[in-house]
């Protein structure tokens, strides 16, 4: 299928920008220069962001002393009930994106599924490189663990989540809770379009490597940064795909955009989770690119992902 035209006809005037030396290529930014002009645009592609009875700023302290910033969304204020909840880990590469980037698509998920929705600051990079994430991600985990009882969340109803390198961030946690055993596991990772392996390319990199929104150069930029060492990429913590899958890996929602260089290695990782035996729900979204999820003013199919997201974190959540 080709392109939504929607997201072409967006696309277009990027490139026009491009060409008159109005826009610039985020690869070609300064790393703050291209974190502000992250922010920036996903205040033009996301529809208007939900009200809601309860939102939270909180910090969440970590194993070298460092408090995270994150925000808490609640669909009730504070007190009246114990909900769910969903940890959620924001995309942009490891480099840029935030709390402000993802905050409409945390309001919107709070308000569909009925549950809490806690998005976590993880550190950055150049400033902080691999496997800092992977460890801010784990310790966000236990944290809410901690706190549950007095934010009103259930802990025997919890999901992981996050879109690009945010999923990948979901399934590593997921993978060192199965692997340790621990207690409490996810009821559902729901990972959305993530980077599942940096170590090697795909037809679906080359295919899609410039025009499509999200670009071969501005992954490569972003990886250097996270990980100046190349063999880092090799490491499960960054390559899920190249990990093993531990018995009782909590089940997989998987979101692919069908024209995104990470399309292909999204379905190598539902093949590979399901030869493991893991429960996976994959939906490829036909002519979507990258990003799409929160792209919410120019395609319907936003609003359609997001039903579908919610559908099964309710479901998840309703099990016994």
Known sequence: ??????????????????????????????????????????????????ELPRVENLRLPVRDGTQLAARLYGPTAAGEQTCSAVLYFHGGGYVVGSLDSHDALCRSLASRTGSVVISVSYRLAPEWTFPTAANDALDAWCWLLDHAQRLGIDTTRLAVAGDSVGGSLATVLSRELAAQAAQVQPRLQVLIYPVTDASRSTSSLERYASGYLLEKDTLNWFYRHYAPEAIDRLDPRFSPLLADVPANTAPVLLAVAECDPLHDEGLAYAAHLREAGVDVDLKVWPGMTHDFMRMGAIVEEADEALDWIADSLRTAFAKV
Do not use: C, W, Y
């Open 1 to 50: 299928m080709s392109l939504n035209p929607d997201i072409a006809a967006f696309l277009e005037l990027v490139g026009a920008g491009r060409d008159s030396g109005k826009r610039t290529a985020m690869h070609e930014f300064s790393v703050q220069e291209a974190r502000d002009q992250f922010d920036q645009s996903s205040q033009l592609m996301m529809a208007d962001s939900e």
